[in-house]
């Protein structure tokens, strides 16, 4: 069984994550742009974050198995820094238009301050000019009413909502996405946000059309194995195959394919990852002995 | 338009499809006009033009050797040529400008096609601490687009550049032989590293490539043939080191092409 995990912080992950994530069935993963938790204080820092996720971040997946996609965007935090914000949005645009850069994201509110609006509403213009998908993050405080805001900006500025994930959702907020015709994206995490059993009730409430699991795992306590372990929770509980292969793998292809740089086809065929090829003090092995990984195609199965 | 760039345009258009021809005709006028856009076309050439490798008769080949010696020997994807094509509509007067200011944010796959399409440019001389820097990288595409098939380094790099190429090429166990006038660029700096590195790797009960021998030919010194004499030699490099030790044995770049062709079959 193959998984995607469409939310997930890899820059703070370590390589035995990035082991155990391929070793769990996970073939593909979206990095969405975010804050680093220590605020950035020049436009440099942003400009070397980006080109990290479409630069190291990917070559170091690779190693591992597992393609890396992301997404670019200015996040809700730092949007309250204006200077800054200012000249971060004069660098989406180059961005935007690399290879593997599957939405604009993840954008929205974090204190649903004036400056944030100013750039979430700049930035879904953005994705309307690349014509990309868009990552909400809802924000953790007020979640309903930022959420529900969120929705009304984005249809106000006529973006479908097919084109449009909104993530972090929970049991308060799921009904309105789905009603308004989104996609309704759940964050796993151990303690806080949504926990695996009530991902299983969520399924059985509303079906998997239109709903997505992911993992969020970043710098902070988070499980790289949130969307492998989910989908052994619902197994468990009786939920149906198909539903599983809805939320845990198929629907981020559907709704980010519509970037049309994301296809499954960049990681179904076979391959096979010679850990010796990129070997020793030039690559993450670091003299390591290089192992032989050979992945066979199972998507699918 | 320089020469090489013109030829190497001509040479390369008619590999592509007829809509990918249309698009490629208008970014390139549109760079030539102004390079203001250069960063978005060069990025969205991976939504318009094909990821496949174009096959090439023989007199192709042959013209793109003599304008781009060692392009045979490695895979260009029409995108990587694509991407080199709008390289080279950069006006020459401003392309080291425009240049590095992309070359900071480019990505994994945009770098290799920026190192392959360098020694196109008329300038090509002042791009030599560009390549530097990316023979720093950790990222093997990356440092094989530099290294492999490609006349820059051996045409531009000075002696110690060139001999950290070499170096990091055997630490990350890339194929010597496919790095472009290898032999021409032998000295004896290089082989007197590579034998302290022989030694090292020994000491640890550690492997080297038989594709070493190549660069120490010539420079062999006393106390590595000390060595060779008390160890126990595996087959490829067995032949390797028995060819440098015979004086009278004529070693052409046949030999160790070979030698690294087998080398490369074994390591698979």
């Known amino acids: 069984m193959h998984y995607i995990d469409p939310h997930i912080h890899m820059v703070s992950r370590t390589t035995d994550d990035y082991e155990a994530m391929r070793e769990a069935g996970i073939v593909a993963v979206i990095e969405p742009a975010f804050w680093l938790g220590q605020p950035r204080t020049t436009v440099g820092s942003f400009k070397d974050y980006f080109s990290m996720l479409v630069g190291w971040e990917r070559f170091r997946a690779s190693q591992f198995g597992i393609k890396h996609y992301c997404t670019i965007g200015l996040n809700s935090k730092e949007a309250n820094n204006e200077e800054l914000a200012e000249q971060v949005m004069e660098i989406l645009p180059q961005f935007l238009a690399k290879e593997g850069v599957v939405a604009v994201g993840e954008i929205g509110y974090d204190d649903q301050s004036e400056a944030e609006d100013k750039y979430f509403r700049l930035q879904l213009e953005l994705a309307k000019e690349f014509e990309l998908p868009v990552m909400i993050h809802t924000p953790h405080r007020d979640k309903k009413n930022g959420t529900l805001r969120s929705m009304d900006v984005i249809q106000e500025h006529g973006i479908p909502e097919h084109m449009v994930v909104i993530d972090h959702n929970n049991e308060e907020t799921v009904k309105h996405v789905l009603d308004r015709g989104f996609w309704a994206a759940f964050t796993i995490y151990p303690k806080t946000k949504m926990s695996k059993m009530r991902m299983v009730n969520i399924v059985n409430t509303y079906g998997s059309e239109k709903i997505i699991v992911d993992s969020s795992a970043d710098w902070g306590v988070s499980d790289p194995l949130s969307v492998p372990r989910t989908a052994a929770i619902m197994r468990e509980h009786g939920i149906a195959e198909h539903h599983i292969h809805l939320t845990c793998y198929q629907n981020a292809i559907t709704v980010y394919g519509q970037s049309g740089q994301f296809n499954e086809s960049d990681w179904k065929q076979d391959h096979l990852v010679k850990q010796a090829d990129l070997h020793q003090g030039n690559s993450v092995l670091r003299g390591q002995e290089a192992k032989e990984i050979n992945f066979k195609n199972s998507i699918g199965d | ?268």
């Open chain 2, 1 to 268: 338009m320089g020469d090489r760039k013109l030829d190497f345009t001509k040479c390369v258009v008619g590999k592509m499809s007829p809509e990918e021809q249309d698009w490629l005709n208008v970014k390139m006028a549109a760079v030539k006009e102004s390079a203001r856009r250069f960063p978005i076309f060069f990025s969205q050439a991976s939504r318009f033009i094909a990821n496949d490798v174009p096959e090439w008769n023989t007199d192709e080949i042959q013209t793109l050797e003599n304008i781009y010696p060692g392009f045979g020997s490695t895979d260009w994807t029409k995108r990587n040529l694509a991407r080199t094509i709008l390289i080279c509509a950069l006006d020459t007067n401003s392309d080291i400008q425009v240049l590095r200011v992309f070359f900071e944010i480019a990505e994994m796959n945009e770098l290799v096609a920026l190192y392959k399409g360098l020694f196109l440019l008329d300038n090509a001389a002042d791009f030599s601490s560009q390549v530097k820097e990316g023979v720093r990288t950790n990222m093997v595409n990356v440092f094989d687009a530099i290294c492999l098939g490609n006349p820059f380094a051996a045409a531009y790099l000075e002696d110690p550049a060139w001999n950290q190429l070499v170096l990091k090429a055997i630490f990350m166990e890339r194929p010597l032989y496919k790095i472009q006038n290898i032999d021409q660029r032998r000295n004896k700096e290089l082989a007197d590293m590579l034998q302290d590195y022989i030694q090292e790797r020994w000491a640890a009960k550690r492997t080297v490539s038989p594709e070493v021998w190549r660069l120490v030919h010539q420079y062999l010194r006393e106390d590595v043939k000390q060595l060779i004499l008390e160890k126990e030699l595996e087959v490829l490099e067995k032949s390797a080191i028995e060819t440098i030790l015979d004086s009278n044995a004529t070693v052409g770049e046949e030999f160790w092409n070979n030698i690294g062709k087998m080398n490369e079959i074994n390591l698979n």
